[in-house]
């Protein structure tokens, strides 16, 4: 399994933005793919944005998509989720997640059991 750390929630006012990071150890981080999975109090967790082992391929659902972007950089072991015109009801924890696998087809990469590592979580509030 991977270990996995995300930084950069907070407190933001709608409209505002917000850079996710998360650094992983473990496993070789170029080798699989990554996502973003967020949890909104009383509701099931779900997938924010997927992105591929090259970072060739990237995934939204379509409640962040022109809004958010997913990057990595396989140096650093870094995954990003930057947020931008964020709304009220973005307001959720914010999980990093690791797949097993090097590929995945593109219509699984919002299934969270596709993914076996992580992270703690970071708490991202949007203010209206």
């Known amino acids: 399994q991977v270990q996995l750390v995300e930084s950069g929630g907070g407190l933001v006012q709608a409209g505002g933005s917000l850079r996710l990071s998360c650094v992983a150890s473990?496993?070789?981080?170029?080798?699989?793919?990554m996502g973003w999975f967020r949890q909104a109090p009383g509701k099931e967790r779900e997938f924010v944005a997927g992105i591929s082992w090259s970072g060739g391929r990237a995934y939204y659902a379509d409640s962040v998509k022109g809004r958010f972007t997913i990057s990595r950089d396989n140096a650093k072991n870094t995954v990003y989720l930057q947020m931008n015109s964020l709304k009220p009801e973005d307001t959720a924890v914010y999980y990093c997640?690791?797949?097993?696998?090097?590929?995945?087809?593109?219509?699984?990469?919002?299934?969270?059991?596709?993914?076996?590592?992580w992270g703690q979580g970071t708490q991202v509030t949007v203010s209206s």
């Open positions: 473990g496993r070789t981080f170029s080798t699989y793919v």
């Open positions: 997640a690791a797949s097993p696998r090097t590929y995945l087809s593109g219509n699984y990469y919002d299934r969270s059991n596709e993914y076996d590592s």
